[in-house]
């Protein structure tokens, strides 16, 4: 964007905010607001209903959170603004980001409230009377009917992600709660889409809302340098350490679709030298935050994600995404790209493809308006290469350390007792500190990939199996078969609709429990008294379990993974 375009802009001080507000702006560096913030803060800082239809990263929180800072009255103890979320990833992000606004405000208390969180800390803090509450509607509710938390003082009421949250299921609670705040209070509704159910929504609850509505520019991607690795499944782990040697400058965001898929990248990644950590929804949030910590601070290179893990993830060390498991959802994939070339810095995505996963992929150029540029495995030469240029900089960076002169006298006075130069010696010790793991690859060590030019590539010409159908099973595919994704396995609940369930109540109830988005969940049919739901391939054992002993409408799930193409179709 050029500096005239900019300059043509207003700055927050044109909308009235206070000093406080402004001072933590400056602090965050922010000096315009984003179009969403533009559009929305002269409404709601005069109290008005809104309607806002934008993406995840255009500035939503900071366009509802301003107005409720500046409107909130600091001397009242008691909850003011309640801000509704789906997950409760997004409620910690949100909660520390008005925190960041609210730095200059003394006497302002806001609070995340979720599941997964200690109950009794949740209700000491709300005795406190803070006047900002962040949360999901399951654990608010719960606090709500215990009397812990009282919403008749509520002057705003702000639904975040509206759409995630009818995917999940949440919406009659998100009815149930608005019906507990009082009748004369401001409404916001932010959602990505405007399905049928959320219109209905805005139309109940909101009053004469202004309408604000962002398109997504696929311009905003073009910063990023995106490339696209095609390979078999099985050479995956292999493609991502050399991925990672050879590509990676600074940080690297690896971002996989399962929880279990993250441990083991982080402790395969781990046993090859890399520096590194998982985060996932069984990480807790002190741990979650002395990972961030270390990976800005340099401590660790390496974080291996699920996409629900890496909300609000914002550091500027990640040079480099890499999408080891493609997304099923496109829009996936912009916000996983976006956690690099933040604050106007460029940055680098390669997303691995293997055959199956072509029709994903085309849902993602279609998206972002741009085909993802092929690239090649790096080879040993170049791994190697950075392998050498790598450890001549630790040495370097090394030279300037306290003990060096002491190292340095030890090695003159070994270097003359065993006749050696000290280039020999520094050799050795280059060796002590690599231990038995060979230090560059074999130049024989190459891995045979699919070609990645010409449109399809030769391995989807010929079906590509990681498993091989025939050619005119490819353009001639069962109907029933090619329902079910490639990346998805099928599964029976022992729910249906005569016990009155809704597609919303599986897909939040397994969504929580599994750490899913509500996106990430597939196709689901109902039956009179069992139903079929789609859910990604490797889930863990232990979440299964889990799964296993969940109700649904006071009916158990029992869930069970269907196995032979014949149950999958006509289950």
């Known amino acids: ?38 559009e929305t803060l002269p409404h709601l800082l005069q ?40 997950t409760r990833e997004l409620a910690i992000q949100v909660a520390e980001a008005i925190a960041r606004y609210a730095t200059h405000l003394a006497g302002v208390d806001s609070l995340a409230i979720y599941g997964g969180a200690d109950f009794r800390a949740q209700v000491n803090r709300l005795r406190r009377g803070p006047q900002i509450i962040v949360g999901t509607p399951g654990r608010l509710m719960d606090h709500i009917r215990q009397g812990n938390l009282s919403l008749d003082k509520l002057g705003t009421v702000v639904l975040d992600e509206a759409d995630e949250m009818l995917r999940m299921g949440f919406i009659d609670d998100v009815e149930w709660i ?3 705040s009082p009748a004369q209070r401001q409404v916001v509704l932010f959602s990505a889409t405007m399905p049928a159910e959320i219109r209905r929504l805005s139309r109940q609850y909101l009053r004469d809302p202004a309408e604000v509505t962002i398109a997504v520019r696929k311009a905003d991607t073009r910063r990023i340098h995106q490339r696209l690795l095609q390979l078999h499944a099985p050479q995956k782990l292999e493609a991502l350490h050399r991925v990672l040697e050879a590509e990676a400058s600074e940080a690297t965001l690896v971002f996989a679709r399962t929880k279990i898929v993250t441990a083991e990248l982080d402790e395969a ?13 069984d990480v807790a949030q002190a741990q979650r935050e002395r990972i961030i910590e270390r990976l800005r601070n340099g401590q660790i290179d390496v974080v291996v994600a699920t996409d629900v893990a890496a909300r609000g993830l914002d550091v500027e060390r990640i040079s480099l995404v890499v999408n080891y498991d493609v997304p099923l959802d496109p829009e996936a994939y912009i916000h996983r790209i976006g956690r690099t070339g933040r604050a106007g810095r460029k940055g680098d995505a390669i997303l691995f493809v293997t055959p199956r996963e072509r029709r994903l992929l085309m849902a993602i150029q279609r998206l972002t308006g741009q085909q993802l540029e092929p690239m090649a495995l790096p080879g040993p030469e170049a791994v190697n290469s950075k392998r050498e240029l790598r450890l001549m900089e630790r040495i370097r960076q090394q030279l300037g350390g306290h003990d060096v002169a002491l190292f340095e006298r030890i090695l003159v006075e070994f270097c003359k007792a065993e006749s050696i130069t000290p280039i020999r010696a520094a050799a050795a010790l280059a060796q002590l500190l690599q231990g038995e793991r060979p230090f560059l690859l074999s130049l024989d060590d190459q891995l045979s990939m699919p070609q990645a030019h010409g449109g399809r590539d030769a391995l989807l010409r010929r079906g590509g199996r990681e498993g091989g159908r025939s050619e005119r099973r490819e353009r001639r595919p069962d109907r029933r078969e090619q329902s079910l994704a490639a990346d998805m396995d099928r599964y029976r609940i022992e729910v249906g609709w005569k016990h009155r369930v809704k597609p919303g109540n599986i897909v939040g109830a397994i969504a929580n429990e599994a750490g899913l988005q509500g996106k990430a969940i597939g196709r689901i049919d109902i039956f009179a008294e069992h139903s079929t739901v789609d859910l990604p391939k490797g889930m863990p054992g232990d979440v299964f379990a889990a799964l296993q002993q969940l109700t649904v409408v006071d009916q158990p799930l029992r869930i069970r993974k269907l196995q032979s193409r014949r149950e999958t179709t006509a289950a």
Do not use: W
Request: hydrophobic share 40%.
């Open 1 to 38: 964007m050029s500096s005239d375009v900019v300059s043509s802009r207003p700055t927050f001080e044109a909308f009235g905010l206070g000093r406080d507000l402004l001072r933590a702006l400056d602090d965050c560096g922010y000096t315009h607001p984003s179009p969403i913030q533009a």
């Open 47 to 86: 109290g008005s209903d809104l309607l806002g239809q934008a993406q995840t990263g255009t500035g939503k929180t900071a366009a509802f959170a301003l107005p409720a800072l500046e409107r909130l009255d600091l001397l009242r103890r008691e909850p003011q603004v309640l801000v509704l979320v789906p």
């Open 178 to 180: 608005l019906g507990q």
């Open 269 to 281: 990644l781990e046993a090859r030298g890399h520096r590194c950590a998982a985060l996932n929804g």
